[in-house]
Nanobody, 123 residues
Framework: QVQLVESGGGLVQAGGSLRLYCAAS????????MGWFRQAPGKGREFVAP????????YYTDSVKGRFTISRDNAKNTVYLQMNSLKPEDTAVYYC????????????????WGQGTQVTVSS
């Protein structure tokens, strides 16, 4: 069993930065690939970035490439999403997810989900 708790969201002006945190409970955290997703008002859930269990493989959706960085610290059971040069269109609830299959994670399938943290970017 893995429980995920996101934090770090908030209100920021366009061009600003935020760092999101996803704290995981459970000893098996390092066995899971992790991912960040987001859902804007009135829109479906969008895949943002995954990171492999070792941290050695990452991927980003085109809209955040060069601006967002995903990382993890298995010793701290934490996944991070550093978001720079934020835009109003980044406004959404951001969720982290845990899944043992990296391919499934990139398709939006995950065994565990957090409750989400709100990110609002003002213009």
């Amino acid at each position: 069993q893995v429980q995920l708790v996101e934090s770090g969201g908030g209100l920021v002006q366009a061009g600003g930065s935020l760092r999101l945190y996803c704290a995981a409970s459970g000893r098996t955290f390092s066995l899971y690939h992790m991912g960040w997703f987001r859902q804007a008002p009135g829109k479906g859930r969008e895949f943002v970035a995954p990171i492999s269990w070792s941290g050695g493989s990452t991927y980003y959706t085109d809209s955040v490439k060069g601006r967002f960085t995903i990382s993890r610290d298995n010793a701290k059971n934490t996944v991070y999403l550093q978001m720079n040069s934020l835009k109003p269109e980044d406004t959404a609830v951001y969720y982290c997810a845990a899944e043992k299959g990296l391919g499934k994670l990139r398709l939006g399938v995950a065994e565990y989900w957090g409750q989400g943290t709100q990110v609002t970017v003002s213009s």
